[in-house]
T-cell receptor
């Protein structure tokens, strides 16, 4: 079974803090994705990566950056957290040439 | 802008009935179609995928694809209260590796 894990289920941070969200997958998947999910707005893609050290912007990259130093790990960084980044953050991964995305359990981030 | 449309619901069905969830998409070039189930407070879970026109059955679930009409549906037979969740339709966005998700349909199965 594919296993995607995220570093925290719940996280509370203050405005202006730098926040790191970590995602690890154990199935040697090439592709990894970060989404945020908000009521009424659905799943929105923030960034994705096809390979180590490669990244592509998704639909809403502003205020976020990512890092992929190892194949199994994809980090989402909020450089200076703001209250409008309070959301559920979901990581997903797939094999190359596959669209079957497998999601981690999610991190519910609250920025106060 | 490529889009995937779903009725947000809620769709309410009695236990034992067939639940029918529908999804339309805008990109005629899409080849891969997925249904995810998401329980409240949890992450999406892949339950079905379909690539070819017609029906694909897996237990109580049947995915139906009609590329000419650009819709995909999910039928849940013998609905159970445990099927109550939000169902997300997702479609590939062409050779990008990305999926486009619909907003999801909330299903309520009443005992």
């Amino acid at each position: 079974d594919v296993k995607v894990t995220q570093s925290s289920r719940y996280l509370v941070k203050r405005t202006g803090e730098k926040v790191f969200l970590e995602c690890v997958q154990d199935m040697d998947h090439e592709n990894m994705f970060w989404y945020r999910q908000d009521p009424g707005l659905g799943l929105r893609l923030i960034y994705f990566s096809y390979d180590v050290k490669m990244k592509e912007k998704g639909d809403i990259p502003e205020g976020y950056s990512v890092s992929r130093e190892k194949k199994e790990r994809f980090s989402l960084i909020l450089e200076s957290a703001s209250t409008n980044q309070t959301s559920m953050y979901l990581c997903a991964s797939t094999l190359t040439d596959s669209y079957e995305q497998y999601f981690g359990p999610g991190t519910r981030l609250t920025v106060t | 802008q490529k889009e995937v449309e779903q009725n947000s619901g809620p769709l309410s069905v009695p236990e034992g009935a067939i639940a029918s969830l529908n999804c339309t998409y805008s990109d005629r070039g899409s080849q891969s179609f997925f249904w995810y189930r998401q329980y409240s407070g949890k992450s999406p879970e892949l339950i079905m995928f379909i690539y070819s026109n017609g029906d694909k059955e897996d237990g109580r679930f049947t995915a139906q694809l009609n590329k000419a009409s650009q819709y995909v549906s999910l039928l849940i037979r013998d609905s159970q209260p445990s099927d109550s969740a939000t169902y997300l339709c997702a479609v590939d966005s062409g050779n990008t590796g990305k999926l486009i998700f619909g907003q999801g349909t909330t299903l309520q199965v009443k005992p």
